[in-house]
């Protein structure tokens, strides 16, 4: 429901059964559209892509940022390139 800020509304929020706007995106960026699974949501644009909820690296983010990400966090793409090598490598 939020426990792993999986829906963007912040730390505080530890349920919620209703849309919301997210707050930390609402009127900065024109969201094309959302994805989301158990424990995360994807927020995407023309050119930019936000995540949040439980975090061990497949969020896009260096997953020393903590085991959570509660609000949107903007995905940095060249760390992703990079991340995208190595896998490939590997």
């Known amino acids: 429901m939020n426990e792993n800020g999986e829906l963007g509304l912040g730390k505080q929020l530890k349920k919620c059964c209703n849309p919301r706007i ?4 609402h009127n900065k960026v024109e969201i094309l559209g959302v994805s989301a699974g158990k424990n995360h ?13 439980l975090n061990d690296g497949q969020l896009g983010h260096v997953p020393d940022i ?15 390139l990079v991340m995208q090598y190595f896998v ?3």
């Open 22 to 25: 997210v707050e930390t995106l």
């Open 88 to 90: 490939r490598i590997f």
């Open 41 to 53: 949501s994807v927020f995407y644009c023309d050119r930019l892509l936000y995540t949040c909820g």
């Open 66 to 80: 903590g085991s959570r990400v509660y609000v949107p966090k903007l995905v940095c793409i060249k760390h992703m």
